[in-house]
């Protein structure tokens, strides 16, 4: 009967030893469950902060939820992955300060941040702004880029520009809750622009008339000049200022850029008095910035002369040149 016992105890003892065995294989093979990361070759965790975006704008009201302009920051990291789907997929958990949500939605803006690859979006200028799924990557080491874009909807109120300054928008951590890397900073730049309508463009003469000429006029190098100007104004709908650049196009044979040829023996070449220089034909020269208060007045010189000694015919000539704006 005591050997009976004694085998029973010692039965126990071993199933004992079974299990806690059991346990910590268990145990040391949840361990290495997740996601862990260092900066890709020697960067730093997160490129410069600065995110600058134009918000692209008509004159007149802009409907709520209107998409203003979009930036997006890229960080190179190489992270090992080991687990399930979702011990290996990455989350940000935003950190934005209150009082810059409150900045952002006092410039008339709404501020998103997405994944690039997954399309999942959060609204940092809500009040609690959820976790971002940020992504996921096949067991292994995998050299990865994740990317966060921000975008600006129109929101309420005056529409400003704004500079939140550099500011901690959030942090990074694996499907496990562990943290990867360090606090990302950014700072959010956000230029107003105000695209406007066509401006009105007069010419003082649509013509330049360089009325009656002889071959005389010509002679010894001489040549025969006239000046016309062009007027640029932007319309009554349009409050912002304008940056205003100028060409001339030609629809005739041009040599070295500058003369315009006739098939008379005559060539002209065109002077940009403001800038004292001749200009090269379909070539865009940058002349400054308009406003209703201050429209763009630019003077030239149209200047004839004689093409390499060439003869002289008589009779009429006359050739087309486009004037091209552009602005912004």
């Keep these: 009967m005591k050997s009976f016992n004694h085998t029973k105890k010692d039965h126990k003892k071993r199933l004992i030893k079974g299990i806690l065995g059991s ?4 145990s040391g093979a949840s361990s290495y469950a997740g996601v862990n990361c260092k900066p890709g070759s020697g960067n730093a965790w997160f490129p410069l902060p600065l995110i600058s975006i134009d918000m692209n704008t008509t004159p007149g009201p802009i409907p709520t939820g209107t998409e203003l302009g979009s930036g997006r920051s890229m960080m190179a990291w190489e992270c090992n992955f080991s687990g399930s789907v979702a011990d290996r997929t990455i989350w940000f958990y935003n950190q934005t300060p209150a009082q810059t949500k409150a900045y952002l939605l006092s410039s008339g803006i709404q501020v998103y941040q ?6 999942k ?11 971002l799924e940020v992504g996921y990557w096949g067991v292994g080491t995998q050299n990865i880029g994740l990317w966060h874009v921000f975008t600006l909807k129109r929101g309420y109120g005056e529409l400003k520009s704004f500079d939140t300054g550099n500011f901690v928008i959030g942090y990074h951590t694996d499907g496990v809750g562990k943290r990867i890397g360090d606090l ?25 008339d360089f009325k009656e000429l ?4 010509f002679n010894n190098g001489k040549t025969v000049k006239e000046n016309f100007n062009i007027t640029l104004t932007p319309i009554s709908t349009c409050e912002a200022a304008l940056e205003v650049s100028v060409a001339f196009q030609s629809n005739s044979g041009v040599v070295n850029k500058k003369y315009l040829m006739f098939d008379n023996g005559l060539q002209i070449a065109i002077t940009d008095k403001n800038l004292g220089q001749e200009i090269n034909f379909d070539q865009y020269y940058y002349k400054g910035q308009i406003s ?13 002369s004689n093409k390499s000694n060439d003869p002289i015919k008589s009779g009429q000539f006359s ?10």
């Design 319 to 328: 050739n087309t040149v486009n004037v091209l704006f552009s602005y912004r």
């Design 121 to 131: 979006v959060v609204e940092i200028t809500a009040p609690n702004t959820p976790r």
């Design 214 to 217: 002889t071959p005389e006029q």
């Design 292 to 304: 209703q208060q201050r429209p763009g007045n630019y003077q030239y010189t149209a200047e004839l």
């Design 114 to 119: 997405h994944s690039y690859s997954l399309s």
């Design 23 to 26: 346990l910590l294989l268990l």
């Design 184 to 208: 990302y900073t950014i700072r959010l730049v956000g230029k107003l622009v105000n695209y406007c309508p066509t401006p009105i463009v007069t010419i003082s003469d649509k013509v330049v």
